[in-house]
């Protein structure tokens, strides 16, 4: 099993659990929709299996769970089998569609977290999202 934990906007503790190593997996995105003090309000939601060559995450799919369970906002993670949790120029591009849909639709995306074999990227942790 392989636990992430990273420190998200405001002191928040977002902690992201795979079963298996991610390696060996196929690209899965998840949406973990949280209450307005960061807590998650569920289990994370699997929004989309991915193939061999990656994931699509549409935001769409993302703010329908963070509407059907009233989120006050909303985490993002997907993994990288290749190992490597480096974003891609995909990444960036949905991490960027994804936060100012959530700008306008007043549900901020406070963490988009990429996950490899043994570690992760978080665009909060590296000061790439600002609320």
């Known amino acids: 099993m392989r636990i992430f934990v990273c420190q998200a906007l405001s002191n928040a503790i977002i902690i992201v659990v795979y079963p298996i190593d991610c ?20 289990d994370a939601q699997v929004i989309s299996m991915g193939t061999a060559n990656g ?31 480096a974003p891609s120029k995909r990444d960036d591009e949905l991490t960027w569609g994804l936060y100012a849909a959530g700008k306008m639709m007043g549900i901020p995306l406070v963490d988009h977290i990429v996950l490899g074999s043994k570690s992760f990227y978080s665009y909060a942790d590296n000061t790439r999202l600002s609320q």
Not at 25 to 34: D, E, N, Q, Y
Not at 57 to 82: G, K, L, Y
């Open 55 to 85: 994931v699509s995450i549409h935001p769409r799919d993302v703010f329908a769970i963070a509407v059907r369970w009233n989120a006050s906002a909303i985490v993002v993670a997907h993994n990288h089998p290749i190992g490597s949790p």
């Open 23 to 42: 390696k060996y997996i196929s690209p899965a995105g998840s949406a973990l929709p949280l209450d307005s003090k960061k807590r998650p309000l569920s």
